[in-house]
């Protein structure tokens, strides 16, 4: 997957926050878009990245008490940012603050506090952040795309609907945007919606395997089997160390009573990860789909090594043993 510069902003669960250089790239152009000069610019800029190193002594949010500092609202921002480098996002909130306070109707600063809060978890708040960054610049695709990220937290999945549906108004060919659509409109049982938001998210980019894999799940609930495999084939094939697809592909091939499929994707899986307790049970059973006992018998007792605590393989193992006597 590319790195794009809006990953320091907008994908705050699961993905990294800050590349430093790309960050103070757009530092760079804010200020050079400003009344100030693009030297003057350079060298703002040029101050902030010999200040990087210190902060590792200095994670607070000060600066020098002369007042052409302190009354700066963009050495602020910078300072926040590189808070936020350091993972101190209470501390870069205060720095945010203070750029507020010297300018209230600065939207980078309301965006960089609300993605402060949501690192903290504080999803009310960061949605606030990012609403009032909208207010200041309703076509920042961005502030969109972390509001429905905070709303999506909070459990209001219209309201992220709408804000994702403004993204791709913006940036249609934004995949990530679309994917993130389909979810949220998984959320709200819209499941025919959501399979169209991913097979949009895979006209951009067809390699997306989390877009084949879930529209795997939608279309296995939706007991539309054969489709169902052809997307987790797709997963596979794109990332074939991806073992819940194989896993997900023995269990429509069982349930289609394909015992030979099923065992065969089953072991893939267990190749990849081969503590994986339910792909041990199910493989039993699709061995005695088979009329394959002993290999049965086998599998769920490798279930079992794995974790003797679980009942499925204990209750299977019993019922075999029982039927022998």
């Not at 402060?116 to 961005?142: M, V, W």
């Not at 993130?180 to 938001?197: M, N, P, V």
Request: proline share 3%.
């Amino acid at each position: 997957m590319k790195n794009r510069l809006w990953f320091a902003s907008v994908w705050l669960f699961g993905y990294s926050l800050i590349f430093p250089s790309q960050l103070l790239a757009t530092e760079f152009n804010t200020l050079a878009s400003t009344k100030q000069s693009s030297w003057l610019a350079f060298n703002q800029i040029h101050s902030v990245v010999d200040n990087v190193n210190k902060l590792t002594e200095r994670n607070t949010c000060e600066l020098d008490d002369e007042p052409i500092k302190v009354n700066n609202y963009q050495l602020w921002i910078n300072r926040g940012i590189n808070l936020q480098q350091f993972k101190k996002y209470r501390e870069s909130i205060l720095c945010f603050d203070r750029a507020l306070l010297i300018e209230p109707n600065l939207a980078s600063a309301w965006l960089r506090r609300g993605i402060s809060f949501s690192y903290l978890k504080k999803y009310q708040s960061a949605a606030l952040a990012y609403e009032r960054a909208l207010k200041l610049n309703p076509d920042d695709y961005i502030s969109w795309y972390n509001q429905a990220s905070a709303l999506k937290k909070l459990g209001k999945f219209k309201l992220a609907l709408t804000a994702y549906e403004q993204v791709i108004k913006i940036k249609p060919e934004d995949y990530l945007a679309w994917y993130d659509r389909g979810k949220t409109l998984e959320k709200i049982g819209k499941y025919e919606q959501a399979i169209a938001s991913y097979q949009q998210a895979l006209i951009i980019e067809p390699d997306y395997y989390l877009a084949w894999y879930s529209q795997g799940n939608l279309l296995t609930r939706l007991k539309r089997y054969q489709a169902a495999i052809i997307a987790y084939q797709k997963v596979v094939k794109i990332k074939p160390d991806y073992y819940l697809a194989w896993y997900n592909q023995g269990n429509l091939f069982l349930t289609l009573k394909q015992y030979q499929q099923a065992i065969a994707a089953y072991h893939q899986a267990l190749i990849i990860n081969p503590k994986y307790e339910q792909a041990w049970n199910n493989r039993g059973a699709a061995f005695e789909g088979l009329k394959q006992t002993n290999q049965a018998l086998e599998s769920y007792n490798q279930a079992l090594r794995v974790n003797p605590n679980y009942q499925t393989p204990l209750n299977n193992r019993h019922r075999l043993l029982s039927q022998r006597k």
